[in-house]
């Protein structure tokens, strides 16, 4: 399995001949020029998880792709969403997989864990959230939890680490990776933390925790 870490959530997995991207937002560009994908997975819909923008580009540069999204997203497409700021973009075709259903994309397996996003403050309300279990024989096997800590899947090889957000804190990130056990992860929803910042969360995580991190920032890809 090789991944690639194209900035804050946008990750680009490649294992058992099937290209995949997950959550291209709108906080780097690194995905912009993407092609030759099988899929696109969108865990929730917020614009650091979905640009509004690039991702009908995206789309249209990829017609052979499944376009795979947490339920409320295929819902509101097109539609005015106060909470990502503005207008969701239409997502023709888009396949809505709500949690604890599957779905196959080339040789890899696709499982949606979790439903809510993480609690940013009681008195705003929580986006529909779903995380992403693949997997295929002889792989890893790899989860992206978007934004949320309440999934714990198990069996999991390789775990798409959040490091920072306005919904949670370092107590509970080093709690959610003892729980999922994954002996190896990278930083993800990191776009807003200095070097610093970074460099202390994945420390407190590789010594506090069953998962050694690597930072994959501008690494290219990495093989698990």
Known sequence: MEI???????????AAGTRILLDPGNLDPAWHDL?????????????????????????????QAHLIVEPSIAELAGQEVPSTGGRL???PGAVALAPDEQTTVGSLAVRAVGGR??????????????GYVLSAPGEPTFFH???????????????????????AALKEHIDF?????APHGFPIHDAHLADRGR??????????TPTTLVDLR???????
Do not use: K, S, Y
């Open 89 to 91: 973009p239409e997502l």
């Open 145 to 167: 939890p978007g934004d949320a800590l309440d999934a714990i899947p198990t069996g999991v090889d390789v775990l798409a680490m959040p490091v920072w957000g306005p919904w």
């Open 177 to 181: 990776a003892r729980a999922v056990a």
């Open 117 to 130: 996003h993480a609690v940013v403050h009681a008195d705003l309300p929580r986006a529909g959230n779903v």
């Open 4 to 14: 690639t870490h194209l900035g804050h959530a946008a990750v680009l997995v490649e």
């Open 199 to 208: 460099q202390l969360v994945i420390g407190r995580v590789n010594a506090m």
């Open 35 to 63: 092609t030759g994908l099988d899929a696109v997975l969108v865990t929730h819909l917020h614009a650091d998880h979905l640009d509004p923008d690039r991702v009908p580009a995206l789309i249209a540069a990829n017609p």
């Open 218 to 224: 501008g690494a290219g890809p990495h093989v698990f």
